[in-house]
């Protein structure tokens, strides 16, 4: 059946995102709806979007000694419940299986909504002694958590990602692999998926239900609302006493280990999508797109074409020697202007036409997603100048991330301040808070903005002191406060 793309029913980002961001999802054949509810399909596109982030921080993990296992989704709920402040934190997500056929079960099983329980139960079984440590895995798996409302790739009851499992000897060894893995994802999103990001320490009400503490990378969307990128958790011991994983020292005394677990999710590609994409279409960064270079042969449906597509493979030829991904689209049942549409909604970060006129001329026609300006260069310098057009792309789209995170991020000095910007500005807001429960809760009850961290450049001077802007109570830190996806 024939293509019916028309760009018409895309929404303009500029006009409703919302509306805008389910049409990309759709248009760009990123995901489709599934029969399940709250659940989605992942297309080849939105997929292989996936694939460049595993193969990438697989690759750091692995030269970190991070190894790959896989424990099972199916958490008997016994085991879950070993951990009291994790189960309560994770109780109104849970997934259950009760029965297996006709037979009610006396043990429920949980699925896995993170996998502490189940991957502590086992390395209680695997470490005996210092010499054991440190032990580092991570599986890259799905993940099931009930969500009242869903958004394709932004918030789902299954979606996909990895989840890093650290245990070590010391308190040190296990603070310095937590702010490893945090700058971990803060390089991908900056180096690859070319987003600005703040990075800092969640409030205690907030971090991972059971850690002493979690740490976060958070991203401000085009409309001023806040999505958690990924997060990495010192666990202390906290799990370790639960699960009884113990070790004997140099001098064989027992001790518990101390734990850190770190996890990025699809989400991430829904910040991509949000971030980067405009009214004609979705944006990819060059280092993430599966295809980073389209060449369109322009053809006339005549002896001529044959001449059109040999240069075309010429030149894809040229580009694959570089390691540069490249696609070429010969389709003849679309015109031109079809396919540069198509290529365009897909993100695809550059495009070179080809025609008789080039051929003749020995030039070629280059075209960037980001700015849509379109360049002309040699035929000859193909592959430099195309190397070099795609870090333009990438440096630029992470320059406009930068501006975008900095224009969306306010200061108040006041409460009415505050609730003025978060409601009519719809932004970031940082502002001085006392860090008590209670002001955090009223806050959160009265404009629907949470806090979302305080920044590591935050927390340096011990000498700087406000006035909550809640209760007027002298607070030190300036806190990220935003209303979530």
Same mark, same amino acid.
């Given at each position: 059946?024939? *293509?019916?793309?028309?760009?018409?029913?895309?929404?303009?980002?500029?006009?409703?995102?919302?509306?805008?961001?389910?049409?990309?999802?759709?248009?760009?054949?990123?995901?489709?709806?599934?029969?399940?509810?709250?659940?989605?399909?992942?297309?080849?596109?939105?997929?292989?979007?996936?694939?460049?982030?595993?193969?990438?921080?697989?690759?750091?993990?692995?030269?970190?000694?991070?190894?790959?296992?896989?424990?099972?989704?199916?958490?008997?709920?016994?085991?879950?419940?070993?951990?009291?402040?994790?189960?309560?934190?994770?109780?109104?997500?849970?997934?259950?299986?009760?029965?297996?056929?006709?037979?009610?079960?006396?043990?429920?099983?949980?699925?896995?909504?993170?996998?502490?329980?189940?991957?502590?139960?086992?390395?209680?079984?695997?470490?005996?002694?210092?010499?054991?440590?440190?032990?580092?895995?991570?599986?890259?798996?799905?993940?099931?958590?009930?969500?009242?409302?869903?958004?394709?790739?932004?918030?789902?009851?299954?979606?996909?990602?990895?989840?890093?499992?650290?245990?070590?000897?010391?308190?040190?060894?296990?603070?310095?692999?937590?702010?490893?893995?945090?700058?971990?994802?803060?390089?991908?999103?900056?180096?690859?998926?070319?987003?600005?990001?703040?990075?800092?320490?969640?409030?205690?009400?907030? *971090?991972?239900?059971?850690?002493?503490?979690?740490?976060?990378?958070?991203?401000?969307?085009?409309?001023?609302?806040?999505?958690?990128?990924?997060?990495?958790?010192?666990?202390?011991?906290?799990?370790?006493?639960?699960?009884?994983?113990?070790?004997?020292?140099?001098?064989?005394?027992?001790?518990?280990?101390?734990?850190?677990?770190?996890?990025?999710?699809?989400?991430?590609?829904?910040?991509?999508?949000?971030?980067?994409?405009?009214?004609?279409?979705?944006?990819?960064?060059?280092?993430?797109?599966?295809?980073?270079?389209?060449?369109?042969?322009?053809?006339?449906?005549?002896?001529?074409?044959?001449?059109?597509?040999?240069?075309?493979?010429?030149?894809?030829?040229?580009?694959?020697?570089?390691?540069?991904?490249?696609?070429?689209?010969?389709?003849?049942?679309?015109?031109?202007?079809?396919?540069?549409?198509?290529?365009?909604?897909?993100?695809?970060?550059?495009?070179?036409?080809?025609?008789?006129?080039?051929?003749?001329?020995?030039?070629?026609?280059?075209?960037?997603?980001?700015?849509?300006?379109?360049?002309?260069?040699?035929?000859?310098?193909?592959?430099?100048?195309?190397?070099?057009?795609?870090?333009?792309?990438?440096?630029?789209?992470?320059?406009?991330?930068?501006?975008?995170?900095?224009?969306?991020?306010?200061?108040?000095?006041?409460?009415?301040?505050?609730?003025?910007?978060?409601?009519?500005?719809?932004?970031?807001?940082?502002?001085?808070?006392?860090?008590? *429960?209670?002001?955090?809760?009223?806050?959160?009850?009265?404009?629907?903005?949470?806090?979302?961290?305080?920044?590591?450049?935050?927390?340096?001077?011990?000498?700087?002191?406000?006035?909550?802007?809640?209760?007027?109570?002298?607070?030190?830190?300036?806190?990220?406060?935003?209303?979530?996806?």
């Amino acid at each position: 059946m024939e *293509k019916t793309f028309d760009k018409k029913q895309l929404t303009k980002k500029s006009e409703n995102i919302a509306d805008w961001y389910n049409d990309v999802i759709k248009l760009a054949d990123l995901a489709d709806y599934a029969e399940t509810k709250g659940c989605m399909i992942i297309k080849p596109l939105g997929y292989a979007i996936w694939e460049s982030v595993q193969s990438t921080l697989d690759k750091w993990f692995k030269e970190d000694g991070v190894q790959n296992c896989y424990f099972p989704a199916l958490i008997p709920m016994s085991l879950f419940e070993k951990e009291k402040e994790h189960v309560e934190g994770f109780a109104p997500e849970l997934l259950m299986v009760e029965r297996i056929g006709d037979e009610k079960l006396a043990n429920p099983y949980v699925l896995r909504p993170t996998s502490e329980a189940v991957i502590d139960t086992a390395i209680a079984n695997w470490i005996h002694s210092y010499r054991d440590l440190p032990l580092k895995v991570n599986q890259w798996c799905n993940i099931f958590r009930a969500e009242k409302r869903t958004y394709p790739f932004l918030r789902t009851a299954e979606f996909l990602w990895q989840e890093g499992h650290t245990s070590f000897a010391s308190v040190d060894e296990n603070l310095e692999m937590t702010f490893k893995a945090l700058n971990w994802y803060k390089d991908f999103y900056e180096k690859y998926f070319a987003i600005s990001v703040y990075v800092g320490v969640k409030s205690q009400s907030e *971090k991972f239900a059971g850690a002493k503490n979690t740490y976060t990378i958070e991203i401000v969307a085009p409309n001023g609302k806040a999505l958690q990128g990924c997060t990495s958790h010192d666990l202390s011991d906290n799990f370790s006493k639960v699960f009884d994983i113990q070790y004997l020292n140099e001098k064989s005394e027992k001790c518990y280990v101390y734990q850190n677990s770190f996890g990025l999710s699809t989400r991430s590609i829904g910040a991509l999508i949000l971030t980067h994409g405009d009214d004609l279409g979705l944006v990819l960064p060059p280092k993430v797109a599966p295809t980073q270079v389209v060449i369109l042969p322009i053809l006339k449906n005549k002896e001529g074409d044959t001449v059109v597509i040999d240069k075309a493979n010429e030149v894809a030829n040229v580009l694959k020697k570089e390691n540069i991904r490249v696609l070429i689209d010969s389709d003849s049942n679309h015109s031109l202007g079809y396919r540069i549409n198509e290529h365009e909604l897909h993100g695809t970060p550059l495009r070179i036409e080809i025609g008789g006129k080039e051929i003749e001329n020995q030039k070629l026609k280059l075209a960037r997603r980001d700015t849509l300006e379109k360049i002309e260069i040699d035929e000859k310098e193909v592959s430099e100048k195309v190397k070099e057009v795609l870090e333009l792309i990438q440096n630029n789209l992470l320059n406009q991330s930068l501006k975008l995170k900095t224009s969306l991020t306010k200061e108040a000095d006041s409460y009415d301040d505050f609730k003025n910007m978060i409601e009519n500005d719809k932004c970031f807001v940082r502002s001085f808070w006392c860090e008590d *429960k209670e002001c955090e809760s009223k806050i959160k009850e009265e404009t629907k903005a949470g806090t979302r961290c305080l920044e590591f450049d935050q927390m340096g001077d011990d000498n700087v002191e406000g006035k909550c802007i809640y209760c007027g109570k002298i607070a030190k830190h300036k806190w990220l406060f935003g209303k979530s996806y």
